[in-house]
């Protein structure tokens, strides 16, 4: 692996530019793509990373399984054939090791890829993600910049227990330093990994094991091996008019579901993939909501300072004038995940929460504190 790059690389600090007046929100639809053929977001990351390690002998793997077995989703298959062991390395089970050597890696110009093989795994290597990744090019005066990706599958599975549940989008979106993307279609994981292993900061990568396997439309624009996704740009999926639903990751087609049965009922409702959690799009997402004056935020994660919590401070503090109903919070059980099938799909946003909350904040339904 060392040998891949000995000498350090000097690479600038990258500074997000502050969003000091609201975008229109039409401008976060720049970044469809016209549909020409499917791919499954499996295929999407794999294409990426490959892509990438072609185009830049610094790129390498590492994480459990990553090799021999091809990843535990097939998300690096074919990989280990084509780069070999020096550029693809299975490790032992030992998150808190590999992720330290990642890091290490990084300090010295290399641009690791770390897999965990569920993000709750990452809390084994938390003090490397928080402590040696993330504050380092604050803590050198932008003198060493961390190029290092962490990816996996994050947030609720099936059937795999409380421990193998959590969303991290909220833990790591709140730590300056990270920035922290949260992929839904095949276009977005593509073009953010892409995006992610060219950056020069530390970026933490949550994807969604349910969506592995569904395919979505591609154009010939995100195939190019050019293509990347903008770090900090939402998506709006759906445009609308009465009600703003803000989602990421597998939520957005929850989001996406929920807008077309309120479509039927009259109420047109615009929805914004967030794509990047940390740095986060509040000029889209405000003015989307000076536009409809109603916003509901959907999230899997823990309803207390969750993501959806952020997304309401920032518009009582930018738009709370415009607002012509409450804002409406979906998220998951403020509870551990259960095992049990039927109770964990109650622990877990559904498409019928996202329509009775749209409902709710377009007054046509009865508001929660009233059935109290």
């Not at 060392?2 to 600038?12: E, F, M, S």
């Not at 502050?18 to 990351?45: C, G, H, I």
């Not at 977005?188 to 990994?193: F, P, S, T």
Request: aromatic share 8%; charged share 20%; proline share 6%.
């Amino acid at each position: 692996m060392w040998g891949i790059v000995r000498q350090k690389v000097g690479a600038g600090a990258s500074s997000i530019p502050a969003l000091q007046s609201l975008r229109p929100a039409a401008s976060a639809s720049r970044y469809y793509s016209s549909a020409a053929k499917e791919m499954t977001v499996r295929d999407a990351l794999n294409s990426a990373l490959d892509e990438e390690m072609s185009a830049d002998p610094k790129v390498f793997l590492m994480g459990e399984e990553v090799g021999e077995y091809q990843g535990a989703y097939k998300i690096t298959k074919g990989l280990l054939e084509k780069y070999g062991p020096e550029r693809v390395l299975d490790t032992p089970i030992t998150e808190a090791g590999f992720t330290g050597i990642g890091v290490g890696a990084a300090y010295h110009g290399l641009k690791p890829v770390v897999e965990f093989m569920t993000f709750n795994f990452s809390m084994q290597a938390i003090d490397h993600i928080i402590n040696s990744a993330a504050k380092t090019n604050y803590m050198s005066a932008g003198q060493i910049s961390v190029p290092i990706v962490f990816r996996g599958p994050n947030g609720a599975a099936a059937g795999v227990g409380a421990q193998h549940s959590q969303c991290y989008a909220a833990w790591y979106g709140s730590c300056p330093g990270l920035k922290v993307l949260a992929p839904y279609s095949s276009e977005d994981a593509r073009g953010l990994l892409k995006a992610a292993i060219r950056d020069p900061d530390p970026v933490v990568f949550l994807e969604n094991e349910l969506l592995y396997g569904e395919s979505f439309p591609v154009s010939a624009e995100v195939l190019d091996s050019s293509f990347t996704a903008p770090i900090g740009k939402a998506k709006i999926e759906r445009e609308g008019k009465d009600v703003t639903i803000t989602a990421f990751s597998k939520m957005v087609g929850y989001a996406l579901k929920a807008a077309e049965v309120l479509s039927k009922e009259g109420i047109s409702a615009e929805v914004i993939n967030l794509r990047s959690i940390r740095p986060l799009d509040r000029a889209t997402i405000n003015a989307s909501v000076r536009k409809t004056s109603r916003l509901v935020t959907v999230e899997e994660g823990f309803p207390q300072h969750g993501v959806g919590a952020e997304i309401c401070t920032s518009v009582v503090e930018e738009s709370f004038g415009y607002l012509d109903a409450p804002v409406e919070r979906i998220a998951g059980a403020d509870i551990p995940m259960p095992y049990a099938a039927n109770l964990e799909r109650m622990a877990v946003p559904q498409v019928e929460d996202i329509v009775r909350a749209a409902k709710r904040a377009c007054y046509r339904a009865v508001p929660l504190a009233a059935t109290g």
